[in-house]
T-cell receptor, first 112, second 116 residues
Framework: NAGVMQNPRHLVRRRGQEARLRCSPMKGHSHVYWYRQLPEEGLKFMVYLQKENIIDESGMPKERFSAEFPKEGPSILRIQQVVRGDSAAYFC??????????FGPGTRLLVL | AQSVAQPEDQVNVAEGNPLTVKCTYSVSGNPYLFWYVQYPNRGLQFLLKYITGDNLVKGSYGFEAEFNKSQTSFHLKKPSALVSDSALYFCAVRDLTTDSWGKFQFGAGTQVVVTP
C-alpha cells in the first residue's frame, strides 16, 4: 500500500523559470493538500483540492502559483517565474474525507 | 479562526526520562487535534489524533496525548524517551465547523533532543 508520492524530491531552478511539483495521493484518497515549509519554520497551508475542484486556496499566493488535481493523474503545484523566496520544502498530503492527512516526503525547491 | 501554539521551541530530555511536548489550541467549534513527527529531510509522520471519546489518546511509538477541553490543550507525552525520539514535533488542529474545514493549522514545531 504505497503512501503519498511526490516528485521530484529535489528541484533546482533559476530565477524566472517554472517549477512543477507532482503529488500522487494514497490509494482511495480523493482529498489533496499542499503545504510549504520554509527553513526553520512550520508548515503553512497553501491549497486544498478534491478531484477537479479547488476547495480552499486561501493560503496560496495570488500571483505565480496555481494548483490542480485532474480527474486522472497526479495533483500539480505550479510556480511560474520562480524567485529566490520560493525556495522551500513543499509537502503534499492526502486524506479520505475529513480524517487524518498523510504526508509525502516533500519536494525541496532551490531557486538560484 | 483556528490557531495552534507550541510554546517551546526546543525540549531537552535525558534518555529514559518522561517527555512532554506542549500544545494549546483555539477554535470556534469542536477541534480535531493531531500530532505529527518530522525527521530531518523527511515528510511528516502521523503519531496520533483526537476526534472524540476518551481524552487520553494512544498513538504510535509509545506516544500518548491528553485532550483537556477546559485548558484547550493537547500535550504529547511519552513515559520513557529514547534517543531515536529526537525529531521535530508538530501539533495541528482542524475545525470542522468552519468553511475551510479541510485546512490544518500547524503549530510552529518543537524540536525534541534526547541525550544518552
Amino acid at each position: 500500500n504505497a503512501g503519498v508520492m511526490q516528485n521530484p524530491r529535489h528541484l533546482v531552478r533559476r530565477r524566472g523559470q517554472e517549477a512543477r511539483l507532482r503529488c500522487s495521493p494514497m490509494k482511495g484518497h480523493s482529498h489533496v493538500y499542499w503545504y510549504r515549509q520554509l527553513p526553520e519554520e512550520g508548515l503553512k497551508f497553501m491549497v486544498y483540492l478534491q478531484k477537479e475542484n479547488i476547495i480552499d486556496e486561501s493560503g496560496m499566493p495570488k500571483e505565480r502559483f496555481s494548483a490542480e488535481f485532474p480527474k486522472e493523474g497526479p495533483s500539480i503545484l505550479r510556480i511560474q517565474q520562480v524567485v529566490r523566496g520560493d525556495s522551500a520544502a513543499y509537502f503534499c498530503a492526502s486524506s479520505f474525507g475529513a480524517e487524518t492527512q498523510y504526508f509525502g516526503p516533500g519536494t525541496r525547491l532551490l531557486v538560484l | 479562526a483556528q490557531s495552534v501554539a507550541q510554546p517551546e521551541d526546543q525540549v531537552n530530555v535525558a534518555e529514559g526520562n518522561p517527555l512532554t511536548v506542549k500544545c494549546t489550541y483555539s477554535v470556534s467549534g469542536n477541534p480535531y487535534l493531531f500530532w505529527y513527527v518530522q525527521y530531518p529531510n523527511r515528510g511528516l509522520q502521523f503519531l496520533l489524533k483526537y476526534i472524540t471519546g476518551d481524552n487520553l489518546v494512544k498513538g504510535s511509538y509509545g506516544f500518548e496525548a491528553e485532550f483537556n477541553k477546559s485548558q484547550t490543550s493537547f500535550h504529547l507525552k511519552k513515559p520513557s524517551a529514547l534517543v531515536s525520539d529526537s525529531a521535530l514535533y508538530f501539533c495541528a488542529v482542524r475545525d470542522l465547523t468552519t468553511d475551510s474545514w479541510g485546512k490544518f493549522q500547524f503549530g510552529a514545531g518543537t524540536q525534541v533532543v534526547v541525550t544518552p
